[in-house]
């Protein structure tokens, strides 16, 4: 890219015509250089079925150019106008109990509904057609938020989609029956034609019914988004996305990112959750990951509050700030807002606005200035930000299937797999590493140490490549849950794990046990249920959560043990050099301090030079990118600088300085110093 | 009136006939003067679609009569038979989830059903043709409890009336979409034809379609209760009534209250909950306010537990009579209870009756004898009870819209609009204060205090009102989350509050900055978050919750700040001189003792003379009416008098009185001694 | 019975032909001595309409018997396959709220409908045509747990059979009106084509109403099991069975047991509950109960952990033994699982198997071994368990109808009944009797000791039958909640309790006072809120929960006083002799500690001769079975026996012997040694 990019949603379709010229004025004031144009636009510019009206946009577009404002310009298909459900109500989405979800927030359309299809490619055709060659057009912004509201429909229309796709998928019934297990429960079917969605059901529905229609349901949005590409592909070579949000459970991005040109977040972490950076991070290590490592745009963030927590607290003073650095550090190349003016009307009129109902005279529209400013100085060839990466020798396999699988409500426990992912990552990140999310079956060639948490759901394929990883010469951690069962969730019989993980890990898995408490509001409320661990790699006795297992060692080493009850003197992290490398099984959720400690020492075996701290005070994320340390301070107090090299927003050297709560450094590093794309 | 009305709900169908004699003998001996009669007899008055049987409702209100008992005759419309489902079933209401409720409970009517009225006024013309001149009529009553259990219908048959409710409101579908702002979101209706009543949807529904679909589900309740008045008055010049419910959300008391002749109120507050006395009172001083300071009745009450509850607490004895005193210390000149004779079937029967299962060796049935005996002396001109008014100097603008709206899952943070008047009214009313409700749009030249708490809905007429007010000479006190929007929930822009009350405050609001927690299981339970404050105005620090905001002063005396974070240092209560009065502003809700501080400085600022305790011990409510001070002790301790006059219940000197716990005094005062309400 | 048999449900179905070979093998190896084939295999059998597959299943059988292994044979016809729903959609059950539930899991048939009891019977003459005379067969196993999932169906097939049921059990719809009450609320029907089930409702719908439809559910159902048993007893004079469910609400065993040629039990109690031994042996004795005494199979329990719970606790090594041992102790003569081999795919791929997915060299797998090898010694003449009683002298009303009316929500307060008749059963068993579950109108003469808790709904009969139980000699404890109202839910006025038994007891009751808290969710968790008790008879002062109420006494000595509030000084606990024995009134739930001592005070009175303790140390259970006292020991700690007498199992003596934790031992007693089946 050509800059930082700076900008929000746009959407002057609010306001008269007399705030227009403001908001190009405010927007250069502002530092502003992209503007998302349209979202949620189609009643406006298709006010009646096949009546259009352009003449808005393009007055908006063109003074949006003469300000110099480039334009990320979205097919408006997001939301369809009224007058869809009325013509034809059988768009209107279907929930799993039968309630056809009505016309007046939006979203409201059936994913697998030709018709909904049929007129948002007319749709996206006249835009296209009317503003491929528009000058101010940098960006192509496809629908919106696919799924956040409509992830699953049950309706007929949707129901005969299914059948289609599983019959692509299954090519007979009897194929289906196999892999669906429905021997079980007298589950049968005779034909496709038997089957509908997953729908209310008297109990536990058929688990893999259950994740193929969330395959399905993934697929049918892709399906859609495919459906609106065609079209502007067909006219036009400027850049697609869609944005994507984040840990976003329903929508598989792994299969939607080859299909975007840059990948783009939504991201809205809670102000008020003294854990949302560490979160956050995560985000952006998947994003970047989504890409490739490819630069992304962090397309959605909040200046400051959001209106749609039960409470929604306000960013802190220079918070907004360093949040955004975050995302560039860890690969954006954009920071863009939802949205520029705080909307007077409707549903989103108090979540902030770059321009707040306050006006200029305020903090947030101060601090939206200052950033747009240092970003445009930031951007450019000398700092050498947009357009580099960040490197990593760390993965952490992660996939929806098993996302999907293992918090279906018939597994063997509660398990949050993000709560465990995260575990993981910040364990990792905690030690100054960068991240990298991959898939379980993708060549991990580039990274010294792999972790496979939870990966419930295993193709032979992941299972294989993961051994070959440690046989090569890798570092392989295997969380518990992991490889129970095949892609069909057909259970892998004789101690789950697969053959090759079971051989490259010397263990196999007799039977769970997970902590339990026989009162259910111990899981939602007060302290989980524990189980107790000791080993020398947890630095001495500690707890573990969620899960445990009884572990047979048939050849590896034990590093750690349960100490509880029937699991006493049981393994709990075992370890065995494999081929070059190593395999290590770790049967619980370890406490988060212990969890750091294994995690230090799996990537000391690694082989990784783990980084000085950056700084001494404060709570300090640092991150390398390209030539430059992004140093941010999420603490409550100062923290003191230990790097050497010059901060390249202020000039300032780096050692010595103090970054106060919320403060940022970019530093900038004589070039390839040290490996790893983080250090703190 | 001529007297304290005493009495209660009897239904005799529910009886043999020679239950009814007794019902009369026993009625006498308890003091009874007036029973409501026929709230659920539709189906014993027309057991088949216009069969009538009023042959033993004749024979009931005969026995009545003839033992000097009044009737309070319903119009017998509140339940429908079930065959008026089974005829026509598009009767019968529906959720907003598409669930159309059944025969088998009660109240099961769309309130917008034709058919349904047009069942009912056929009915209340045979009844008022029948009984209009009966010798017993004292009142009628129309229906019962409207809206307590379906006040919203989303059905065909709504969403009809809806359109024409909207399009009588709006004129064109232009300016609906206007008001409603459907430019966000693509929402923009092409005619009325496409509005559907606000059904379940993807996410958040439009606001102000939400705002507009309470204020039409109140108005179309209004509708059945007015469609049946004119039935009466075509007839009858006996006064009419139909049963509120103390603050009833989903009903607009301030549009309905000038069309009942008396209002009248149906209150349960639980008799576990400490603070009931005091939420009560703040529900008989709506009461009061509603009516214009007229007298009212309290139509409901429970002799000692209710059966709706998850548990039901009996009431303690002499809570029942502390607890009518109350009523009548604050404007009531009747109580009658739910139900004369506990049922012995049905949904109720283990919901007390003043005559209960036990019969008449109970401590219920004595209690309820008593009370009607001292009601009797205490009624007449001697006493001057009944008739007689509350006079307040104080009152707390209060609305249908506010409470509606602010309550909206789009909100800036959760705030319960009922607990936040109920803040004010509790720190009012302890310091000895009465206190009225008032519409922010009224004529408050009466009062020296007008406090306005979370009124987020304002219209320009109201804010210009409460200006007004201060520049008049009042003191106003503005608290948070007031007329952030106007009637369309169109946000005030420029800092809230709309110009003249940002004017007469000297303040305008920058951002909204609530106390959150990330863990949403604090709002349910632990500790709400807080926001620490500090001013002299509440004697030091303390703490405050719910809300809290960036207040820019342009020109007022700042009383308190916030110590806090990102708001350490800002305003939290500002105070300027505006006319000839003064204009507060309270930026969050303050602790309950410091909140009780600011409200006697705006007390005495406003020139109110604050009454002297009347007893020493107890937790005593003190209310001044007419030419008597009613005290009511309702702790756990003796309190002992400290008044001058005589108690007109026993004749004994006030002075060095002492009131067990729930016990009552009515002093007998001086002609015009004071001029508030209340003291204590 | 001619041993005790073990085995489990064999599903070979989900299984390649080559697992059956194996399978017999295994279960050789085993122990087991039967199998539960078919329960899931109506798609298998069926797998179009009218066309038959039963091959496999001969192929299966014969090679059961070949291994010497008996055969329960089900009828299959608990989950029918998808095409009965797709040719007969109204076969679905539909829910209160009006979702028809979809295929997909199990269960997914209405009740009543005559389509699927046709299709079912049609099932049931082919299974029983073709194995009637097969010769492995031992029990014919009806359906699967009824109404598990589907226990009341709203659709319009249930509602014309719910009339019909409503028609012949009122005769006319006046006497339904006078049953149910429908006076009140205006709810009288001017028929029966009127009413349809309780389906959703503004509010409140008519207990009675609403208990009849529960009466209904209980009886369509054992409909469905009585039409499948009518094919089979007009072929087959093998023994039939179906599996109940425990302590299961919604289906009413009384009626069932009859129907029943051996009670056969699922229970699946939580191993990470504590109490869940203590509760488990409440349910062993209503299964002996339900059957009169006769011995009973426990039909399913886990090997370890299920998979339907939010968290899974594997059993503790020796859980399983000990707790199979508790059902054989309590009457069972037959110990199965559900499953035998752990299925690899479907809903229920991680509830454990005997045959778990590690195979056999597991520990499961090593204590189901163990304990098939304990059983077949244990089987047998010598031992003498099969087929013996289990003696006891005191009893505890129990019944449906008062289960499914105290817990409606229009009564007094939130009761759990299964948890007040736990409190006592475990107050009775932990002074080592033996306990038996009767109907309050049963014979009791067999008794010393009668046990009413909260028995809400009580006829005439039973009420007096209970009264002349006290009468002839017995003891007769009465709880709180007991004989409110008649079989038609009409509350018994002047006092409650019924004339028989407020002559026996001396007491009536004016009023009810549950303890209350103005917080609900003190309910939810918390404490829950208490009353205070003072009394000899509980030791001194404690305190109950749950219910309270003010207690008359007319003629009866007060034994125990409440200490609180309103309350202080009322009657708690009451006594009277009457007749030849006694009658107690007991006004709260006491605390376990005094609940236990009052229970050993009124068993004393009884005559009762309590055991002394067969054990130092632990937590042992004893019960009297046969000629032999099973001893287990539930606690973490090992306890010594004090008994007489040789270990069954072990051939050591009994006297010194040390049981660690789950430990059992199988105690041979000379003949005719004391008379309660229970001691310890």
Known sequence: MVTIWYGGDY??????????DEDVRLMQRGGISIATVGVFSWARLEPRPGEYDFAWLDEVLDGLHAGGIRVDLATATASPPPWLARLHPETLPVTEHGVRLEVG?????????????????????????????????????VNNEYGCHVSHCYCEVSAAAFRAWLAARYGSVEELNRAWGTAFWSQAYASFDEIEPPRAAPTFRNPTHLLDFDRFSSDELLACYLSEVEVIRAASRVPITTNFMGFFKPVDYWKWAPHVDIVSDDTYPDPADPLSPAYASMVRDLMRSLGGGAPWLLMEQSPSAVNWRAQNAAKAPGQMRAWSYQSVARGADGILFFQWRQSKAGSEKFHSG????????TRVWREIEQLGGELQRLSGPEAGVEGSRVPSSVAIAFDWDSWWAIEQPASPTTVSYLETL???????????????????????????????????????????NLAAFADAGGTLVVGFGTAITDEHLHVRLGGYLGEPLRRALGVWIEEFAPPAAADLRAIGGGAAPAVALDGEVFGGATTGSVWAEFVRVEEAETLATFGDGALAGWPAVTRRATGHGSAWYVATLPDPGALGRLAERAAREAGIELPSPVASGGQVEAVRRGGSVFVINHGADDAVLRLDGTDRLTGAAASGMTLPPQGVAVIALPVSDGENGASG
């Open 11 to 20: 959407n002057p379709e609010q306001w008269p015509r007399e705030t227009w």
């Open 105 to 141: 927030s939006r979203q409201q359309y059936c994913p697998s509904s030709p018709v909904y299809r049929e007129h948002a490619r007319r749709l996206v055709e006249r835009v296209v057609e009317r503003y491929a060659q528009h000058p101010a057009l940098e960006l192509w912004h």
């Open 354 to 361: 770059m321009l707040p109902h306050g006006g200029t005279d």
């Open 422 to 464: 995260f575990a993981w990552h910040h364990a990792l990140t905690s030690l100054g590493l960068a991240v990298d999310f991959v898939r379980a079956e993708a060549d991990l060639s580039a990274y010294r140490l792999v972790v496979a948490p939870a990966h419930f759901v295993a193709t032979d394929a992941q299972v294989g």
